[in-house]
């Protein structure tokens, strides 16, 4: 299985089909605009967002949507993810840093959490589980996020929050994440959409990566 990692914006989506597509896998995506909390969160004032305690309940949402979308990936011998459970820990622990997550709500999330978590890895079965983590400079990550053109995305308020997520994701994903093997690949120097050459180097490198 092959887990589609990084920062919001950086092309996951993209990468994770046409990966699905070159190998012949089963494709599950994270579906963003299915969860009605995101849109209220990314245009909410930071009182509405204290009172109506967005970012838990979205974060509950996307627990639940990842959970069973990797359990059905788990059943398939080859399969591609776009973004999964195991990097959501990391943007629970960053909102609980700007104190939009207190600390009862961030430990029942721990909790929820771990017990999914065990109840995958149990289904492992030894099955390979590669994350390829797609990293960028920030330019990048703004540059990629408008060109997608999510209204909800685009405002000028969240500039500040996209950037206090990107400075700790690498170092995150570097030093502490080990649930996975991972392939880290520089999307700065990676353009798959212009330049679809690009596909035949992030190939091989999955290739030796899982050899």
């Not at 509405?48 to 305690?53: M, V």
């Amino acid at each position: 299985m092959i887990i589609v990692g990084g920062m919001i914006g950086i092309g996951k989506t993209t990468l994770a089909k046409i990966l699905s597509e070159e190998l012949g896998s089963s494709l599950y995506q994270e579906d963003v605009l299915s969860n009605p909390i995101v849109s209220l969160f990314y245009t909410a004032t930071e009182e509405e967002i204290e009172q109506k305690r967005y970012p838990f309940l979205s974060q509950l949402y996307f627990l639940d949507a990842k959970y069973i979308s990797l359990k059905e990936a788990l059943k398939k011998e080859n399969s591609v993810v776009d973004r999964s459970i195991y990097e959501d820990w990391y943007f629970a622990k960053k909102n609980m840093e700007l104190g939009r997550i207190n600390e009862l709500e961030m430990n029942l999330y721990e909790t929820l959490l771990h017990s999914r978590l065990k109840d995958i890895n149990e289904q492992l079965n030894n099955q390979q589980v590669l994350m390829v983590y797609l990293e960028a400079s920030f330019d990048t990550i703004i540059e990629r996020i408008l060109k997608r053109g999510r209204s909800f995305e685009t405002s000028t308020k969240l500039i500040d929050y996209y950037k206090f997520l990107w400075e700790g994701y690498d170092d995150w994903i570097k030093k502490h994440y080990d649930s996975t093997q991972i392939l880290t690949i520089n999307m700065d120097k990676i353009d798959v959409i212009e330049n679809p050459e690009d596909i035949n180097v992030v190939l091989d490198m999955i290739k030796s990566k899982l050899a």
